[in-house]
């Protein structure tokens, strides 16, 4: 069985910086696609970054500010927040998709981000 485990949230002043973790457990290969994404108050659910094969991807609103990491040893993902703006200010929630003889998705329980201004 898959679980997530987010840890890292919590309140920041604006330009402030954070990181979030995630750590995953259970059958875990290096190549599986991970990534965070966000719930802002009020809002649709969106993406923010994504790593795969060592290949990142970013939301235009965050490109030059945080940065996606994956340490595949511990199955865990990072994401480094810096310059942080009250708009960052959501519920980040961890993913994973595993495709072995189907595709199975995978979220974590999700960490509040606050950012003051």
């Known amino acids: 069985q898959v679980q997530l485990v987010e840890s890292g949230g919590g309140l920041v002043q604006a330009g402030g910086s954070l990181r979030l973790s995630c750590a995953a457990s259970?059958?875990?290969?290096?190549?599986?696609?991970m990534g965070w994404y966000r719930r802002a108050p009020g809002k649709e659910r969106e993406l923010v970054s994504t790593?795969?094969?060592?290949?990142?991807n970013y939301a235009d609103s965050v490109v030059g500010r945080f940065t996606i990491s994956r340490d595949n040893a511990k199955n865990t993902v990072y994401l480094q927040m810096n310059s942080l703006k009250p708009e960052d200010t959501a519920v980040y929630y961890c993913?994973?998709?595993?495709?072995?003889?189907?595709?199975?998705?995978?979220w974590g329980q999700g960490t509040q981000v606050t950012v003051s201004s």
């Open positions: 993913y994973l998709r595993v495709v072995r003889l189907a595709r199975s998705d995978y």
């Open positions: 259970g059958s875990i290969f290096s190549t599986d696609f």
């Open positions: 790593i795969t094969r060592g290949e990142t």
